[in-house]
């Protein structure tokens, strides 16, 4: 009988097989952005030449905002994977968000794999990674900062991800004192915490609720890309929970709500959850997000055009953004935020 460790890094290598050969995105659900199109501003007097993306990103300034979403780790493949994403991060000076560390919080066989991710890495902002359900679950935080100290992690990301659980064979549906773990965590880690979905979405109230317990980043990762659920019922070989597969709120609409809070709170918006395509990312910002992620869409580039491959696909997205801002007249991305997205319904 293998153990519960044993069983975790099964389900990583079977999680990375189906987002690298099998459909698995959303079936009859979108992100959303096909109902927004740009404003054609025809007076622009925008330089393309002269548009920077620079920003900060928790007290460190970045190139692009754009972050690798979380994916993977803790099995050889899924460490050369880091290993690799990590240089594309690296060579952009863009954050790289690691998968779930939970198989480094039980024993330190781990430790020295971690510590090259973070030679690779330069100094990058590195976003450690762990599930609600091992919040829950960590009596005494000192594993957990022993992993943060190895990989000189910059924001701790905990994934909210009620959907897999409850779609998975031994998932753990049931999160007692969800919101005050979280809280203990945002007081306990002298880190930022950044609290993201998994590809079933943010709500305008939930991320009030944690943005008020000191949260200071919201990832959406919304409906439209990977579909968790998919991935389950997949690996689960049943077609039971099947009616689920599309659950979960587009990325555009969680976008749009979770931006009206920054009247009100300060803190990162991150636009994730089928960022797929230069026009999904210009769109995003342009909704309001503060920055964007990609999960599948740059594994699946790593595997086919590798760490180089990976660096090039985000320069072009930002390459065509640049375009959309001259043809919109925005000479920033905060100018690309006022206004510029019209509704298609209203097009005609
Ligand atoms: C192979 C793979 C493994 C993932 N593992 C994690 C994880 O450990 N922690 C996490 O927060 N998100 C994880 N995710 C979810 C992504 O970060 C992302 O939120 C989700 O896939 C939606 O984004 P996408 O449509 O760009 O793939 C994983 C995604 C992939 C493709």
């Known amino acids: 009988m293998p153990d519960s460790s044993d069983l975790i890094l099964k389900r990583k290598s079977e ?36 548009i920077d993306f620079t920003t900060e990103f928790f007290n ?25 994403l990590a240089e594309s991060a690296a060579s952009l000076n863009i ?25 690779n890495a330069k100094s990058i902002p590195i976003l450690a990674n762990l599930g609600i359900a091992q919040i829950i679950q960590q009596k005494k935080i000192s594993s957990l900062q022993r992993v943060i100290d190895l990989l000189e992690a910059d924001v701790m990301v905990i994934h909210l991800n009620p959907l897999q659980e409850l779609m998975q064979e031994n998932g753990e549906p049931n999160f007692p004192s969800l919101l005050k773990s979280i809280k203990n965590i945002v007081k306990k880690i002298n880190l930022p ?3 993201k979905e998994v590809g079933a979405g943010i709500s305008k109230n939930v991320a009030k609720e944690l943005l008020d317990i000191g949260v200071k980043g919201i990832d959406v990762a919304g409906a439209g890309g ?10 689960s070989k049943s077609t039971q ?5 599309d659950w979960g709120l587009p990325t555009s609409y969680c976008i749009r709500k979770v931006a009206s809070l920054k009247k009100k709170y300060d803190f990162i918006l991150v636009g994730s959850g089928g ?3 230069p026009f999904d990312l210009a769109k995003s910002l342009a909704l309001g997000a503060d920055m964007c992620g990609s999960a599948r869409t740059i594994l699946k580039t790593l595997n086919s055009n590798g760490d180089e491959g990976v660096a090039t696909l985000i320069k072009h997205w930002f390459e065509i953004v640049k375009k959309i801002m001259f043809l919109t007249g925005s000479h920033s991305l905060d100018e690309l935020n006022r206004r510029k997205l019209v509704r298609s319904k209203e097009l005609f």
């Open 275 to 277: 960022i797929d395509t």
């Open 226 to 235: 990977t579909s968790w659920a998919g991935v389950e019922i997949l690996r």
């Open 95 to 119: 954050p790289l968000g690691l998968g779930s560390l939970r198989y480094a919080l039980e024993n330190n066989e781990h430790d020295s794999r971690l510590k090259e991710i973070r030679i």
């Open 15 to 50: 999680h990375l097989d189906l987002c690298l050969t099998d459909s698995v995105s959303f079936k009859n659900k979108s992100n959303g952005f096909e109902h927004y199109e740009f404003k054609h501003h025809a007076t622009t007097q925008v330089d393309i030449s002269k």
């Open 60 to 84: 460190k300034k970045i190139s692009y905002p754009f972050l690798i979403s979380c994916m993977t780790g803790g099995i050889e493949k899924a460490d050369n994977i880091n290993l690799k």
């Open 241 to 245: 929970s099947e009616m689920f597969w």
């Open 193 to 195: 915490v950044i609290v």
